[in-house]
C-alpha cells in the first residue's frame, strides 16, 4: 500500500529525531550482520570485511611490475613425497586465470 503525505513526513521526522541502530548507517555492519545470519565463519567476515574495506577506501590495488619478480626455482613434481588425501577436496579451491593483456 502507499504511503500518504502524511505518513511520509512521520517516517522522515522519526528518521531525524530516533537514534538509528549503526547496522542500519554503516554498510559494513550490515553485510556483517546478514553475513552471521547466513552461518558464514568468522574468517570468511573478516575477510569480506577487509577486502570491502579497501574497495571503499578507493586505495589501488595494483600491483607495481617492479615488485613481480620470477620465481627462481620450483621442485619437480616427481621429488614430491606427497601422501593422496581425498577429503582435502572439500577445501580446494581451483582458480583459472585467463591470459590477455598485461598477463606476459
Known amino acids: 500500500a502507499k504511503q ?3 505518513e ?3 517516517e ?3 528518521d531525524c529525531l530516533s537514534p538509528k ?3 542500519l548507517t554503516n554498510p559494513t555492519l550490515r553485510f556483517v550482520r546478514k553475513m552471521k545470519h547466513a552461518g558464514c565463519t568468522r574468517s ?3 575477510a569480506f570485511v577487509h577486502n570491502y574495506e579497501q574497495l571503499r577506501s578507493a586505495a589501488s590495488m595494483m600491483i607495481p611490475e617492479d615488485a613481480i619478480f620470477p620465481v627462481d626455482q620450483l621442485p619437480a613434481l616427481e621429488d614430491i613425497s ?3 588425501d581425498r577429503s582435502l577436496l572439500q577445501h580446494t579451491v581451483m582458480l ?3 591470459g590477455g ?3 606476459g
Open 44 to 46: 570468511a567476515i573478516d
Open 21 to 23: 541502530p549503526s547496522y
Open 101 to 103: 593483456v598485461g598477463t
Open 8 to 10: 511520509r513526513l512521520m
Open 96 to 98: 583459472k586465470l585467463n
Open 4 to 6: 500518504s503525505w502524511w
Open 82 to 84: 606427497v601422501q593422496p
Open 12 to 14: 522522515s521526522a522519526m
